[in-house]
């Protein structure tokens, strides 16, 4: 029987197999102090099938330190899609190849007030809902036994998600689906839910207005200055670094993950799915010829026969190069196999948060913003106009 407690979270990656595998249901997903959902089991219903125990991903992961075979380098040849993208609008072919096999997408997207959960979509028109990163972990609800729905129905099913997620939902079926193909991402970490929550609640009542449209990784001063942008009904933008925003600030300085994102499973470069993709940072180490228009590319991990079919029926869409995978896992893959580090004010940080402090002054409490970075931050839409901005990434 699973059973996770305030001393074994790290056990725990909040995938939701065990609820959806429970014959019973007695199991359910609860949020806890820092809004991860972790399984709570009704132990009155609980048969001790151990089926929880039998589709967890992390009790059953396997490590390994083979590499993929191959790897790939692509962008988006459609200059729309790939501006809306995080990188290098790599996924977008894919889900078109699904749709027009009459399949089912399932990824992560922004619900109701911004909520990031898992959605199902059949209309190419709703594609647009899975571009970019959020840096949120999503909420499946029931989503594992609807993709074991739609395969049974004989849909072709795409389904994205984390690497935990991945392997969650393969454990869960229990057996391989031909007409299943799966897509994960190199990830940091799952950071929670909550600090999201009450990050758009301090932005909203900063701009004293609703938020319209959100966007972890926006382009506006280009793929290498990536900032989260956020839009509000009254008219008014913020665009804020990683630096100087307190969503990402709280994200990259460790305060914000998932106890399980510490010790992570899943970080290996061979993996149960059939293609991993992640940023591609450094074109110009893989492709020399070419100049970084700081556009965005996309590195991708050919993991399955399947996926490597998959990449050559939408290869027209692409512009495509090839890769060599330990290189690629060296300078710009290297978070598939490195924990991020844990900040030591992490405990601090949600123990305020919980106390009604508003996420401006805990950030100051516990990883305060730089003097300089405000400054630069301040600056730095004048500097990108001038060309200043991109003398200093190339000096950097």
Sequence with gaps: MINITKDNKKDCCGCTACEMACPKHCISMQRDNEGFLYPVVNTADCINCNLCEKVCPVINSEKTDDLPKRAYIVRNKDEKILKQSTSGGAVTPLCRQILAKNGVIYGGAFGDDYYVKHIRVTDEAELYRFRGSKYVQSDMTDTYSKVKDDLNDNRVVMFAGTPCQVEGLLRYLKKPYENLFTVDFICRAVPSPMVWENYRKFMEQKYNSKITYASFRDKIYGYHSSSLALKFKNGKSSYENTK????????????????????????????????????????????????????????????????????????????????????????????????????????????????????????????????????????????????LLNLLKKLK
């Excluded at 123990?351 to 996420?359: A, K, P, V």
């Design 244 to 387: 100087t925003d307190y969503m990402l600030k709280s994200f990259f300085d460790g305060v914000t993950a998932r106890p399980s994102c510490f010790d992570c499973k899943f970080r290996k470069a061979k993996r149960v799915s059939d293609l991993t993709v992640f940023d591609c940072w450094n074109i110009t180490r893989y492709v020399p010829e070419l100049k970084d228009d700081d556009k965005g590319y996309t590195a991708v991990f050919v993991q399955s026969e399947k996926g490597q079919k998959m990449l050559d029926s939408v290869k027209d869409e692409y512009i495509m190069y090839d890769a060599d995978v330990a290189l690629l896992v060296k300078n710009d893959g290297h978070m598939a196999l490195e924990n991020p580090p844990k900040n030591k004010n992490r405990d601090k940080y949600f123990e305020l948060l919980n106390s009604g402090m508003t996420i401006d002054r805990v950030v100051k409490e516990t990883i305060p913003v730089k003097t300089s970075r405000k400054i630069f931050g301040k600056f730095r839409g004048t500097l990108y106009k001038t060309g």
